[in-house]
C-alpha cells in the first residue's frame, strides 16, 4: 500500500468514526448503553491511573463490547442497501420514471382514501369519544369482541392494483408499438442477478451443506442424535455470545424452531429494552386517544385475511394489536418515506371539531403507512414466534423496515418489487423457456401468476413453518432474491400440470395448493451446482 492510500484510508475511517459516533447517539439503545458505561466507569474496576485498558476489560467481562459491537453493526446494515456488494451497481440511466410512478401511486392512494372518508361519511382523524375509548381499552387484549360495523369498509387497493400500476410504467426511452401490450419488465434498465450469481450467494444452498427444512433426523456430523439437536445446541451457544453478525450466519443454515424468536431479534436488534416497552405503552395509548380511518381498514384486513386462515386465525387479538400501534408510530415514517427512490408523499390531517392549527393537526397516519389488501400477512409469522406482544411487535416493525415496504413501493432498488418482478421474469424466461413461451401462447402473463406470492412474501400461501425457513434465508442473506427464484421454482415444480392447461383460472387453480412444498429442497434444486 502506498503512503498516499494509506493516508486516505485512514482519513477515510476518521470519518466513518466520526459519522458513526454522531449517529450512534440518535439509535434507540444508545440512551440504555450510555447509563451502563457510566455506570461501569463509577465501579472500583475502572482503575483512574490505567483508564483505557481497565475500561476496556470491564467493557469485556460485562459483555458490554459484545453490546457496542453490535450495535455498529446495526448502523452499519442501516447505512447500507441490501447486499450492495453482491452484483455490480445499476448502470448510470435515468430512471427517475420509475419515483414520478411512486408518486402517482401515492397521490392515487391517498383520492382513494379521501374518496372513502366521504362516502362514508367519516373523518380522517378525531378524537375518541370517551365510551369508545373505555370499550377499546377494556377489550385491549381481545379485541376481536370489540363491536364495530365495517360492512361498508373495502381495502383501498390490492396486490392486482399495484401489479397494474407496475404494468403502466413506461420507460421513456424504450421504442413499442403504441397498441402492443405490456408483457413485461424488461425495458426497465435495473441489472438483477443470474442463476450462477445466485448460486455464489447463497452458498450454502447450492454446495448441499447440511440444513434444517430438509429432514430432522439427518445425521449430524458431531455427537448428536441428529442435526436438529446440533442445531440447537450450537444455537444456544450464538444466543449466549449475544453475537448479531454471529447469529445472522448461523441462521444460513436454518434456526430451530425453539431459538428462531430470539435469533431473529438479535439480528435485528429489536431484544425489548426498558425503553421500548414505554414506547409501546405510548403507541396504545395513542391507539385509545385518537380514532382514525385507517384502524377500520386494519380490522377489515385481519378479517379478510388472517381470520379466515386455518394456520393463523388464533393470533386475530394480537395482530389488531400490533397493527393499531404500527399505524401509530412515527419512528416507522422517516426510514419508509427518506428511502432514496421512494416518493416521500405525506398526508396531513386535522383532527374533526377541531380549528385547523398545528397542534391540530398530525400526520395521517403516523407511521406514514397505508394499508392495502392482505397488510396484516407481514405480521402473521411473527406470532408463532413470540409470546409477548411487545416482543413481536419491535421484531416485525424491524423486519417491515429493513425488507417489506419495499414490496409495495415503486423504486429502482435492486430489492425492490420492480428488481425482483424483473429477476422472476429473467430467471424463468432463461431456465424454463419451454414454460415461458407456453404462457405467451396462451396469453398469459407469468408475472400475474406469482405477484401476489411476491408482494406478500408467500405469507398466507405456504405453512408458516415453511415461510419460517424461507425468512430464515432472507434475514441471513439480508436479501429478498430468494423469494422471485422460489416463485420460479414451484412453477418448474409443477410444470408438466401448467404444460396441460390453456387459461389464467385453471393455471391459478394448479398453483392453489402449496402446502405440501418443502422450501429448503426446492431450493437446493434449482441452485446445486451443475
Not at 445446541?233 to 431459538?259: C, D, M, T
Not at 438479535?266 to 380511518?293: F, P, R
Not at 396469453?443 to 425468512?471: A, N, T
Request: glycine share 2%; with cysteine; hydrophobic share 40%.
Amino acid at each position: 500500500m502506498t503512503e498516499k492510500s494509506a493516508e486516505c484510508k485512514d482519513i477515510s475511517l476518521k470519518q466513518s468514526a466520526k459519522k458513526l459516533t454522531e449517529e450512534i447517539q440518535s439509535m434507540a439503545n444508545y440512551k440504555n448503553l450510555y447509563t451502563e458505561i457510566q455506570r461501569l466507569v463509577t465501579t472500583t474496576a475502572i482503575k483512574r491511573e490505567d483508564f483505557k485498558n481497565t475500561l476496556m476489560d470491564a467493557l469485556k467481562s460485562n459483555g458490554l463490547e459484545t453490546e457496542i459491537r453490535n450495535t455498529v453493526f446495526h448502523w452499519v446494515r442501516s447505512q447500507s442497501t441490501l447486499s450492495p456488494a453482491s452484483v455490480p451497481s445499476t448502470e448510470e440511466v435515468d430512471l427517475t420514471y420509475l419515483k414520478k410512478t411512486q408518486i402517482q401511486w401515492e397521490r392515487r392512494i391517498q383520492k382513494s382514501l379521501n374518496s372513502t372518508c366521504n362516502e362514508l361519511n367519516v373523518p380522517l382523524a378525531r378524537i375518541r369519544p370517551n365510551a369508545d375509548r373505555e370499550e377499546l381499552a377494556e377489550k385491549w387484549n381481545e379485541l376481536s369482541t370489540y363491536d364495530i360495523d365495517l360492512s361498508q369498509y373495502r381495502p383501498l387497493y390490492s396486490p392486482k392494483d399495484f401489479l397494474d400500476i407496475l404494468f403502466s410504467i413506461r420507460n421513456p426511452s424504450f421504442k413499442k408499438q403504441p397498441d402492443e401490450l405490456n408483457w413485461e419488465f424488461s425495458h426497465i434498465q435495473i441489472r438483477v442477478k443470474t442463476l450462477t450469481q445466485l448460486r455464489r450467494l447463497y452458498a450454502e444452498l447450492a454446495n448441499g451443506t447440511p440444513l434444517l427444512g430438509v429432514n430432522p433426523d439427518m445425521p449430524s456430523s458431531e455427537n448428536f442424535a441428529n442435526l436438529e439437536e446440533e442445531r440447537i445446541y450450537i444455537g444456544e451457544k450464538v444466543l449466549k455470545s449475544n453475537n448479531a453478525p454471529i447469529a445472522q450466519e448461523f441462521l444460513k443454515r436454518g434456526a430451530p424452531r425453539a431459538l428462531r424468536g430470539r435469533l431473529w431479534s438479535l439480528v435485528l436488534g429489536s431484544v425489548v429494552k426498558e425503553n421500548d416497552l414505554e414506547y409501546y405503552e405510548e403507541l396504545k395509548n395513542m391507539v385509545l386517544q385518537y380514532d382514525i380511518v385507517i384502524d377500520k381498514l386494519i380490522i377489515k384486513d385481519v378479517q379478510l385475511t388472517a381470520r379466515n386462515d386455518d394456520q393463523y386465525f388464533v393470533f386475530e387479538d394480537v395482530l389488531y394489536k400490533t397493527m393499531l400501534c404500527f399505524s401509530r408510530d412515527s419512528e416507522v415514517l422517516a426510514p419508509v418515506t427518506t428511502d432514496r427512490s421512494a416518493g416521500g408523499q405525506v398526508i396531513h390531517a386535522v383532527l374533526q371539531g377541531k380549528p385547523a392549527t398545528l397542534e391540530n393537526t398530525l400526520v395521517f397516519p403516523p407511521s406514514g403507512v397505508i394499508p392495502f389488501h392482505g397488510f396484516a400477512m407481514y405480521a402473521t409469522p411473527f406470532c408463532y414466534l413470540y409470546d409477548d406482544p411487545c416482543a413481536m411487535y419491535y421484531t416485525f416493525r424491524a423486519f417491515y423496515l429493513r425488507y417489506w415496504f419495499r414490496l409495495h413501493t415503486v423504486s429502482s432498488h435492486e430489492q425492490g418489487i420492480v428488481a425482483l418482478c424483473l429477476l422472476f421474469e429473467r430467471l424463468l424466461q432463461c431456465h424454463e423457456p419451454l414454460l415461458w413461451i407456453h404462457f405467451r401462447n396462451i396469453h398469459i402473463q407469468p408475472i400475474r401468476i406469482v405477484f401476489k406470492w411476491i408482494m406478500r412474501g408467500f405469507s398466507g400461501h405456504l405453512p408458516p413453518e415453511q415461510l419460517l425457513y424461507l425468512w430464515d434465508l432472507i434475514l441471513s442473506y439480508d436479501c429478498l432474491e430468494i423469494i422471485p427464484l422460489l416463485a420460479v421454482v414451484i412453477l418448474s415444480f409443477r410444470k408438466e400440470n401448467l404444460m396441460q392447461v390453456n387459461n389464467q383460472q385453471s393455471v391459478e387453480a394448479v398453483l392453489a395448493d402449496l402446502s405440501s412444498l418443502k422450501v429448503i429442497p426446492l431450493l437446493q434444486l434449482a441452485l446445486l451446482s451443475e
